[in-house]
């Protein structure tokens, strides 16, 4: 098993373009998230689904999108980069039980806008 | 939403028992308590789980009292390549929340020679 697997590792992008960021797992997982991390600071909830076609908010969705097609996958799209989307985004999965779960972590993508 | 209070960092040397202690006063009747370890450039890892009393795993131990409005990871004998951000989560699957897992601001942990 690969786990959670996010591409790409670094992304640099000038402000205004966009980009998505890919994420899949493939423990058949059905809760999945994206976290964005500042530097020296904790992880920030962006979005989070339960499930192939339902997604939802968590702390800091502006300036971001997300589409649950398939249990596999979960984009993170980002319209009109700013800089302060400048962070490490990670993608993570779990079975999503009534305990929570153990939550995987993918390696993360670092993106810099300038 | 449980909102969790840690310690922003904690000091120890080679070979000391670490507790940190996570504040969690609204925690709700569903909920779980996790806690993660994260080293720079990492996604987090899990660590230990639990709902009450005392767990124990190969490496922490997790100190939850009665009242479940707090919780102690406790790491024994620490070396140097425990020193990482811990992070204390509480929330649940799909009975409370919808599993909206948020991290609280963590714990930054350095053990010294």
């Known amino acids: 098993n690969a786990g959670v697997t996010q591409t790409p590792k670094f992304r640099i992008l000038k402000i205004g373009q966009s980009m998505t960021l890919q994420c899949t797992q493939d423990?058949?997982?059905?809760?999945m998230y994206w976290y964005r991390q500042d530097p020296g600071m904790g992880l920030k909830l962006i979005y989070y689904?339960?499930?192939?076609?339902?997604?939802d908010k968590g702390e800091v969705p502006n300036g971001y999108n997300v589409s649950r097609s398939t249990t596999e996958d979960f984009p993170l799209r980002l319209e009109l980069a700013a800089p302060s989307q400048t962070s490490v985004y990670f993608c993570?999965?779990?079975?999503?039980?009534?305990?929570?779960?153990?939550?995987?972590f993918g390696e993360g993508s670092r993106l810099t806008v300038l | 939403l449980a909102k969790t209070t840690q310690p922003i960092s904690m000091d120890s040397y080679e070979g000391q028992e670490v507790n940190i202690t996570c504040s969690h006063n609204n925690i709700a009747t569903n909920d779980y308590i996790t806690w993660y370890q994260q080293f720079p450039s990492q996604g987090p890892r899990f660590i230990i789980q639990?709902?009450?009393t005392k767990v124990t795993n190969e490496v922490a131990s997790l100190f939850i009292p009665a009242d479940r409005k707090s919780s102690t990871l406790s790491l024994p004998r620490v070396s140097l390549s425990d020193t990482a951000v811990y992070y204390c989560l509480v929330g649940t699957g799909i009975y409370n929340q919808g599993g909206k897992l948020i991290f609280g601001q963590g714990t930054e942990l350095s053990v010294k020679p």
């Open positions: 689904s339960v499930g192939a076609g339902i997604t």
């Open positions: 423990m058949n997982h059905n809760y």
């Open positions: 639990g709902y009450k």
């Open positions: 993570a999965s779990s079975r999503g039980d009534r305990e929570a779960g153990e939550l995987f």
